[in-house]
């Protein structure tokens, strides 16, 4: 009975813990990493989803893949950032769930990841879950439990 009152309250708000797609940046994979570079900085992310035409996942890009591509044994040539693509540079392992994911798969995948990137059956974008929101929702849940329930010590069984 907790067990299913506590997948309940994970999930109550659903569109709060996933962020739809159009509420996402992103970038194509044929993109400059000069355009990369703008949309991170203005986005203040660290980490995007890259997408393919087919709207796709296709792989994940930071500031720090992009710099690392143009950074010489001296200086950073940024003359070179209109030279490569975002598919130069970008992350293509990276985990990617569906919206009937079981939220344990999920908690287990965002210990390592910032978000995780939802996709559908033909793993086009549909959005994104994040560790903060998630986060947000067992906060809620344990407020919610102990407000509900009065939790007593097992005795030790020895």
Known sequence: M???????????????LFIDAEKVAILQEDHT??????VLTNVRYSL?????????????VSLAMILHKITGVEQIHMNQLGKY?????MRTEFPIIHQDTQVEDVLNEL???????IGNDEDEFVGIVTR???L???NFMVHEL???YDFVEKENSK
């Open 33 to 38: 990493l000069e355009h990369a570079m703008l």
């Open 132 to 134: 903060k929101e998630l």
């Open 111 to 117: 210990v390592d990841e910032s978000f995780i990137c």
């Open 48 to 60: 995007i989803p890259v997408l393919n035409k087919e709207n796709k996942i296709v792989g994940l």
């Open 136 to 138: 947000k929702r067992i």
């Open 146 to 148: 102990t407000r509900e």
């Open 85 to 89: 693509k975002v598919r130069d540079v």
């Open 2 to 16: 907790i067990h299913k009152r506590i997948q309940e309250l994970l999930l109550e708000d659903r569109d709060k």
